[in-house]
């Protein structure tokens, strides 16, 4: 909460408090405070438009540069149209005037439920487009090599992939070629007929699953018997 009238807050908090039993609220009151605290985790901004040494037309640009993602909602004592309008063009969710002040709850159950459909349909849309960016990459290029590094680069889009690569499996010699090899820990490697039965790829390759292998994970594999650590554990 970005305020500077203590009795304000104190009155938001009684009023957020039953929409949102035990929620916790900061209140800060300078754009210092603001860039301090902005990536700090929190799940909504509620900001009052007119401050001492700011504005909220300021905190909008500040939560648009150093976090976007974040709702913000304004709340003041008076807001004219024109400025409501400059405020939602410069990316409020939602603004409330402090006569509303108990619609307050519901304003922000709304915002985030929005946020969260925006954010899931920004989520689909960057899945697409790394798997277009895969698509291009395996079809327009006859390097193998280069094709997927390519989708190592794409894939890193959505995830961390500092341990990346690509195992293909010899059926006549039953073993794998790495024709993409790309480890945190360990140099570039590029080899070929390759026996990892008792590694974490030939542990996939049996059971036919896939596999979130942190470390935790393959530590677990390895109490049971399942596969033995081949290099640095991820």
């Given at each position: 909460l970005i305020e500077d009238n203590q009795a304000d807050a104190i009155l938001l908090k009684?009023?957020?408090n039953e929409s949102f039993p035990g929620f916790s609220l900061k209140t800060i009151s300078t754009?210092?405070?603001?860039?301090?605290?902005i990536h700090k985790?929190?799940?909504l901004v509620i900001s009052d438009f007119f401050l001492p040494?700011?504005?909220?037309?300021?905190?909008?640009?500040?939560r648009n540069q150093e976090n976007e993602a974040l709702p913000l909602i304004i709340c003041t004592s008076s807001m004219d149209e024109n400025t409501a309008v400059e405020c939602m063009k410069a990316g409020a969710d939602?603004?409330?005037?402090?006569?509303?002040i108990k619609k307050m709850g519901r304003v922000i159950t709304h915002v985030l439920e929005n946020k969260q459909i925006e954010n899931e349909k920004k989520k689909i849309e960057e899945v697409q487009s790394v798997i277009f960016e895969i698509a291009e990459a395996t079809?327009?290029?006859?390097?193998?090599k280069k094709s997927l590094g390519q989708v190592h680069t794409s894939i890193g889009k959505l995830m961390n992939v500092s341990n990346f690569y690509v195992a293909l499996y010899r059926k006549e010699t039953d073993s794998f070629d790495f024709p993409y090899f790309k480890d945190a820990h360990d140099e570039p490697k590029y080899f070929t007929?390759?026996?990892?039965?008792?590694g974490?790829?030939?542990?996939?390759?049996?059971?036919?699953?896939?596999?979130?292998?942190?470390?935790a994970v393959q530590q677990e594999l390895v109490k049971k018997g399942e596969i033995d650590i081949i290099g640095h554990s991820a």
């Open positions: 009684e009023i957020l754009e210092k405070e603001l860039l301090e605290e985790g929190y799940n040494t700011f504005n909220g037309m300021k905190a909008l640009e500040i939602d603004y409330v005037l402090k006569a509303d079809l327009l290029s006859n390097d193998l007929n390759v026996d990892r039965a008792r974490v790829t030939g542990y996939v390759w049996r059971t036919g699953e896939p596999l979130f292998a942190n470390e």
